[in-house]
């Protein structure tokens, strides 16, 4: 692979560099801008419009990339939203454009497992701030609980949850748009949502505008919050 070029729009002046746009990356990128530092955020895919993600095998296929070190072989858009790569005995498949992984999940929101937050390997301090920062994930996530019936929803039903405790499936929720009303009113004017029809698209990427990836929440605010510089990374050929 080439080296990469980064390429800017705007000044080159920047007090932190966040490379990547999913739930990691724009988290950092959103708590620093909230912070008063000039953060420019990189990511290597495009930023995708609702009316462009696919929505049959056919599309799915032609918005995927491949690339096999083991076979010496690659093919698809260096840019397309599914991102496969196969080294050794190792398989990695991820997604691509700015919102990362956020984009093509299935939007399942729960709760950390008590037994989790016991572990010994977490900071003692985070105990007191853990439901707080939960809570605040919720909020910019926006989840809700599944008012109807769809894929995710009954598979999610079949799914023994084991060690997750003092949890019913009742309170599995999601990061999806299901009140349009309700919801509309508390994102920022310019990122207004449509309600989740449940078509179960999620893993392909929402076409019907009704998922909370994170370049609507967190990337949007930070960008509002004028701290914020999208980068973009090129491929040299």
Same mark, same amino acid.
């Given at each position: 692979?080439? %080296? ?10 920047y007090?932190? &560099? ?9 988290v950092a990128?959103?708590?620093?801008s909230?912070?008063?530092? %000039?953060v420019c @955020?990189?990511?290597?895919? /495009?930023k995708w419009?609702? %009316? ?10 032609s ?5 096999s070190?083991?076979?010496? &072989?690659?093919?698809? !858009?260096k840019?397309a939203?599914?991102q496969v790569?196969? $080294?050794?005995?190792?398989l990695?498949?991820?997604?691509c #454009? ?5 984009l093509v999940n299935?939007? &399942?929101?729960v709760?950390?497992?008590v037994?989790?937050r016991?572990?010994s390997k977490?900071?003692k301090?985070w105990e +007191?701030?853990?439901?707080s920062?939960? +809570?605040s994930?919720a909020?910019m996530?926006?989840? /809700?609980s599944v !008012?109807l $019936?769809? !894929?995710?929803a009954?598979?999610? %039903?079949?799914?023994d949850v084991?060690e997750? =405790? ?7 929720k @999601?990061?999806?748009n299901?009140d349009?009303e ?8 310019? $990122?207004n949502?449509d309600?989740c029809? #449940?078509?179960g698209?999620c893993?392909a990427?929402?076409p019907y505008?009704?998922k ?11 960008i /509002?919050?004028?701290a @914020? /510089?999208?980068?973009?990374?090129e =491929?040299s050929?």
């Amino acid at each position: 692979m080439e %080296k990469p070029d980064m390429v800017f729009n705007g000044h080159d002046g920047y007090d932190a &560099v966040v490379v990547g746009s999913g739930y990691g990356g724009s988290v950092a990128a959103y708590r620093l801008s909230m912070a008063g530092v %000039k953060v420019c @955020l990189v990511e290597k895919g /495009q930023k995708w419009e609702a %009316k462009d993600f696919p929505t049959n095998s056919f599309k799915i296929i032609s918005a995927l990339r491949m690339e096999s070190q083991n076979l010496g &072989v690659s093919f698809g !858009p260096k840019d397309a939203l599914f991102q496969v790569y196969e $080294q050794n005995d190792s398989l990695a498949a991820m997604a691509c #454009g700015l919102g990362g992984g956020s984009l093509v999940n299935a939007g &399942v929101m729960v709760p950390t497992p008590v037994r989790t937050r016991r572990s010994s390997k977490w900071p003692k301090e985070w105990e +007191t701030d853990w439901d707080s920062c939960e +809570t605040s994930a919720a909020t910019m996530m926006r989840i /809700q609980s599944v !008012p109807l $019936q769809f !894929p995710i929803a009954k598979i999610m %039903k079949l799914i023994d949850v084991g060690e997750v =405790e003092d949890m019913v499936l009742d309170s599995i929720k @999601l990061s999806m748009n299901f009140d349009i009303e309700d919801s509309s009113s508390r994102l920022p004017k310019h $990122q207004n949502m449509d309600t989740c029809i #449940g078509r179960g698209n999620c893993l392909a990427g929402c076409p019907y505008n009704a998922k909370n990836s994170t370049d609507k929440n967190y990337l949007a605010s930070a960008i /509002q919050a004028c701290a @914020l /510089q999208l980068g973009i990374l090129e =491929e040299s050929d």
